[in-house]
């Protein structure tokens, strides 16, 4: 027996009508539209979510682990081997310097974020150089291999020890004090 156009059809509770509440006490969801009587909840747009009827909600009961660091860097990652396609197919000019500016305008990057910063996934062959807001030990070590060179901001220096401070403040109460007797 062949199927016909006319004799295609759905199985069986395949397609469920949705219910049309409030439509009268035949329906039996008809008047309150089996939202109860009153309240926060019976009326409309009301989602609450995580809410367990006062009593504290499972996300507040759990416990919280780790630091979020809201001041920390997000850099843009860029692999050796994306950067070395880039220059094979065209997008990069090996000859001249490469920076994160000249990433998003090439579309290697959608966007540059805190800053690029380089890691040592894949293989360079190409001589670069790169001016870049980091890069990992085994990157560095690749772009130097293959001729190139990077170029990274200069590391912040090291916070003063307490002693350190200790004597610049003394440095300052002898300079202020010598100021003043200059007068």
Do not use: C, W
């Not at 027996?1 to 469920?16: E, F, I, V």
């Not at 416990?63 to 920390?72: A, D, E, Q, T």
């Not at 579309?107 to 040592?120: E, F, S, Y």
């Not at 790169?130 to 293959?146: F, I, R």
Request: glycine share 12%.
């Amino acid at each position: 027996m062949t199927t016909k156009l006319n004799d295609l059809h759905d199985n069986p509770g395949a397609r469920k009508k949705r219910v049309r509440v409030g439509r009268g006490i035949g329906s039996g969801v008809g008047k309150t539209g089996g939202r109860g009587q009153k309240g926060q909840t019976s009326r409309s747009g009301v989602s609450i979510n995580g809410f367990e009827g006062g009593q504290m909600p499972l996300h507040m009961r759990i416990p919280k682990r780790g630091f979020n660091n809201i001041f920390r860097k997000d850099y843009a990652v860029l692999n050796l081997g994306t950067l070395q396609a880039a220059i094979d197919a065209g997008k990069l000019d090996a000859k001249t310097l490469i920076d994160a500016d000249v990433l998003v305008a090439a579309k290697v990057l959608t966007t540059a974020r805190d800053g690029v910063r380089l890691l040592g996934v894949g293989a360079l062959t190409a001589k670069v150089s790169l001016k870049l807001a980091g890069a990992s030990a085994t990157a560095k070590a690749a772009v130097e291999a293959a001729g190139g060179s990077i170029e990274l901001p200069a590391p912040a220096p090291a916070p003063l020890t307490k002693d350190e401070q200790k004597a610049a403040r003394a440095v300052a109460r002898a300079a202020k004090a010598a100021a003043l007797a200059a007068k």
